[in-house]
């Protein structure tokens, strides 16, 4: 599986943006999509997750109430709406890919990512 993000880039504290990751290869086999982000000298966090077969949809705390994850099937496409956006909103973000339906929230449980696609929210 391959996965192209895109959609990044500068935008002000309470503005919007919206990111999309195109999957190709053995889409068949995914369980999940999910988003991560990592800031500066910090460790990959989860911020979002959606099953490929099913509705259910996993938030992290932090992005709870603003940010909403939805998929295309038909164009293996994810895409993370975020809304009224923060400055601690500011990492890559990362597109991944898992094949197994546990352990979500955790980096090690996809199997396949993507380049990352910088946001950055300005105060």
């Known amino acids: 599986v391959q996965l192209q993000a895109s959609g990044g880039g500068l935008v002000q504290a309470g503005g919007s943006l919206r990111l999309s990751c195109v999957a190709s290869?053995?889409?068949?086999?995914?369980?999940?999509m999910g988003w991560f982000r990592q800031a500066p000298g910090k460790e990959r966090e989860f911020v979002a997750d959606?099953?490929?077969?099913?509705?259910?949809?996993y938030y992290s705390d932090s992005v709870k109430g603003r940010f909403t994850i939805s998929r295309d099937n038909a164009k293996d496409t994810v895409f993370l709406q975020m809304n009224s956006l923060k400055p601690e909103d500011t990492a890559v973000y990362y597109c991944?890919?898992?094949?197994?339906?546990?352990?979500?929230?955790?980096?090690?449980?996809?199997?396949?990512w993507g380049q990352g696609t910088q946001v950055t929210v300005s105060s």
């Open positions: 290869g053995r889409t068949f086999s995914m369980h999940g």
């Open positions: 991944g890919a898992r094949m197994t339906i546990v352990g979500i929230t955790t980096s090690r449980t996809y199997d396949y």
């Open positions: 959606i099953s490929w077969t099913s509705v259910r949809t």
